[in-house]
T-cell receptor, first 116, second 110 residues
Framework: NAGVTQTPKFQVLKTGQSMTLQCAQD?????MYWYRQDPGMGLRLIYY???????DKGEVPNGYNVSRLNKREFSLRLESAAPSQTSVYFC???????????????FGSGTRLTVV | KNEVEQSPQNLTAQEGEFITINCSYS?????LHWLQQHPGGGIVSLFM???GKKKHGRLIATINIQEKHSSLHITASHPRDSAVYIC????????????FGQGTRLTINP
């Protein structure tokens, strides 16, 4: 099925460990995003990539790095995990346009990360 | 004050009732999105609006740009509509960031 594929779905890390969350979309979207969702808070943007080859910080980028490997793939890396990074992470993509506006977002199924 | 406010935060209704969820925002926007998040956690985009009204099945979304307000309506509600409904706005053209409301938890009892 067309859409956004995230892996893994669940992960438990020890404080200080590193990991990479993978995201791939097959809709030929230009823009991709990483969000985190915490209880009682709305989704918050970590990083985004407006197009292949570009990445920019969102609201909560500290402790994370990203790579837009190609048009399809956008990965999120935690170099040294901390308990404050326990969250549910969502990748999303959109055909965000300039003057043309945008056409909605497609979300991955989420990664539930626990840092102990 | 949050840039995007949803009301109510929680809503419980009986099957068949007409449901309205409200979203108010305080910034200029190029688009407003309504999203649905089911108990399993997945997020689905329901509507993207920049003006007027859209309808999909039993769901209707409206937006009033002058009043900075949008509503999501569900007609003939069903238990499978139970989910969290999230409003999100995108700033003026060129803005990349979506600003999300905190969501409305809807429970439809049979």
């Amino acid at each position: 099925n067309a859409g956004v594929t995230q892996t893994p779905k669940f992960q438990v890390l020890k404080t200080g460990q590193s990991m990479t969350l993978q995201c791939a979309q097959d809709m030929n979207h230009n823009s991709m995003y990483w969000y985190r969702q915490d209880p009682g808070m709305g989704l918050r943007l970590i990083y985004y990539s407006a197009s292949e080859g570009t990445t920019d910080k969102g609201e909560v980028p500290n402790g994370y790095n990203v790579s837009r490997l190609n048009k399809r793939e956008f990965s999120l890396r935690l170099e040294s995990a901390a308990p404050s990074q326990t969250s549910v992470y969502f990748c999303a993509s959109s055909e965000a346009g300039g003057a043309g506006g945008d056409y909605g977002y497609t979300f991955g199924s989420g990664t539930r990360l626990t840092v102990v | 004050k949050n840039e995007v406010e949803q009301s109510p935060q929680n809503l419980t209704a009986q099957e068949g009732e007409f449901i309205t969820i409200n979203c108010s925002y305080s910034v200029g926007i190029s688009a407003l999105h309504w999203l649905q998040q089911h108990p399993g956690g997945g997020i689905v985009s329901l509507f993207m609006l920049s003006s007027g009204k859209k309808k999909h099945g039993r769901l209707i979304a409206t937006i009033n740009i002058q009043e900075k307000h949008s509503s999501l309506h569900i007609t003939a509600s069903h238990p499978r509509d139970s989910a969290v409904y999230i409003c999100a706005v995108k700033g003026p053209q060129g803005a990349q960031k979506l600003v999300f409301g905190q969501g409305t938890r809807l429970t439809i009892n049979p």
